[in-house]
């Protein structure tokens, strides 16, 4: 929804890109219930006809904007996490062929 958007451009330009981030993890929080129920073409669907709808109410949206700038993130644990990340991409890179990469590039 179009308020939506606003809210989130202004957020974006006093806050910084940090604000998407804690933007998804406030709507993955209120759909938790939600996705955990459904198969991957329901969460397809949710994303895109049940949460828009959600967040056409003005009132709904102002809630979530609160609830994403009310977020914490612990540094450490995005540390720790993008440490994980950095591991297993790099275990993926050395099992997988390098001619494998190229492959898609140039076909």
Do not use: W
Request: net charge positive; aromatic share 10%.
């Amino acid at each position: 929804p179009l308020c939506m958007v606003f809210h989130i451009i202004d957020l974006l330009l006093c806050e910084g890109l940090n604000i998407i981030f804690h933007v998804a993890l406030a709507l993955l929080k209120t759909s938790k219930e939600d996705l955990l129920q459904a198969d991957f073409e329901g969460a397809l669907k949710f994303f895109r006809v049940q949460l828009p709808k959600r967040y056409r109410a003005e009132e709904n949206a102002r809630r979530l904007m609160e609830q994403a700038c009310n977020i914490k993130v612990p540094t450490k644990k995005l540390k720790k996490y993008e440490k994980e990340y950095q591991a297993m991409r790099e275990n993926q890179l050395q099992q997988e062929d390098p001619m494998d990469r190229y492959k898609f590039v140039y076909l």
